[in-house]
């Protein structure tokens, strides 16, 4: 199980364009039993760039392969190196509009539950319950030798030890968490290792050409299952990872719709495509249904 080949797709011809009515969007909340895909457009208005939208990372960086991470030792380090520069400001990141919208969704009953391609933990931190992280999550790391996991606050803590001088100034922050470094501000970084066995410490997320956990995938699909329709937020869907999830609802019956300001790879399975901004949508969806948000899951 490969979770993520193909990092680019081109729409093909004849693709029916965006809608800017999101009428239906607010009929399938209002039925309730709704399945939230969210992608990496959902977390820009939070300041996350995202790969494939305008301006998106893909188009100057290829993210690092499990691969690359686990054969080489030098790849580790310029991993960590970006990884720990980057986390002064992905980890300041806080939920905006759209995800707080999905949380006041999912506490009035509307959500059936929450998948996240994302590995920021902003819908956790907007107050979604019960959220399943396909990709896995960037607060945590994992030793690959014990398996011992660990808090990334204290692995930053024990790195800026390890490197007290190392203050590069980056080109840009990526969707994963890691910024623009080149190998050579990278070379004298220090990478620290697993404080219970000394193995290779590896962020708990998926990399690109890494499995999806077979038990991660199962739940995502029982949840697919058991829902009346699946509301992608924010995805390309250009990789089989989430694709999946959309080909399943749409091939047993069950509406897909879609809201992304880009033309999807699962536009085709959908019942519409909203090309609008996610943050004002979902607030005015939630206007529309007299749900009120909790403002005070706003950014600093």
């Known amino acids: 199980m490969r979770m993520r080949p193909t990092l680019s797709w081109t729409p093909p011809e004849g693709l029916r364009p965006g809608s800017t009515d999101w009428g239906p969007l607010a009929e399938a909340l209002r039925a309730g039993g709704v399945l939230v895909l969210s992608g990496a457009g959902l977390s820009t208005e939070s300041g996350i760039p995202d790969y494939r939208g305008e301006g998106g990372s893909l188009s100057r960086h290829t993210p690092m392969t499990y691969q690359e991470f686990t054969a080489s030792a030098g790849a580790r380090r310029r991993y960590w190196a970006r990884s720990h520069l980057g986390w002064r400001t992905f980890g300041r990141a806080r939920p905006n509009a759209g995800h707080r919208a999905v949380a006041a969704f999912g506490h009035h009953g509307l959500l059936s539950g929450v998948i996240t391609q994302n590995v920021d933990g902003l819908h956790q931190a907007a107050g979604s319950r019960d959220v399943v992280e396909l990709h896995g999550g960037l607060e945590r790391v994992v030793c690959l030798s014990c398996g011992a996991f660990g808090s990334r606050r204290e692995l930053a803590r024990r790195l800026q030890d390890a490197n007290a001088g190392f203050a590069p100034v980056a080109a840009r922050l990526n969707p994963d968490g890691d910024a623009d470094l080149t190998d050579e501000q990278a070379a004298t970084f220090r990478v620290v290792p697993c404080s219970r066995c000394g193995g290779v410490l590896k962020p708990d997320v998926v990399f690109f050409g890494e499995g999806v956990p077979p038990g991660r995938v199962e739940r995502c699909r029982e949840l697919v299952a058991g829902a009346t329709s699946l509301l992608v937020l924010g995805s390309s869907l250009t990789v089989m990872s989430g694709l999946r999830f959309v080909?399943?609802?749409?091939?047993?019956?069950?509406?897909?719709?879609?809201?992304?300001?880009?033309?999807?790879?699962?536009?085709?399975?959908?019942?519409?495509?909203?090309?609008?901004?996610?943050?004002?949508?979902?607030?005015?969806?939630?206007?529309?249904?007299?749900?009120?948000?909790?403002?005070?899951?706003?950014?600093?």
């Open 247 to 300: 080909r399943q609802a749409a091939q047993a019956g069950k509406p897909v719709l879609i809201v992304n300001r880009d033309a999807t790879r699962g536009d085709r399975h959908a019942a519409t495509r909203v090309a609008l901004p996610l943050g004002t949508t979902l607030t005015a969806l939630a206007e529309r249904l007299d749900i009120p948000i909790d403002e005070t899951r706003a950014g600093d």
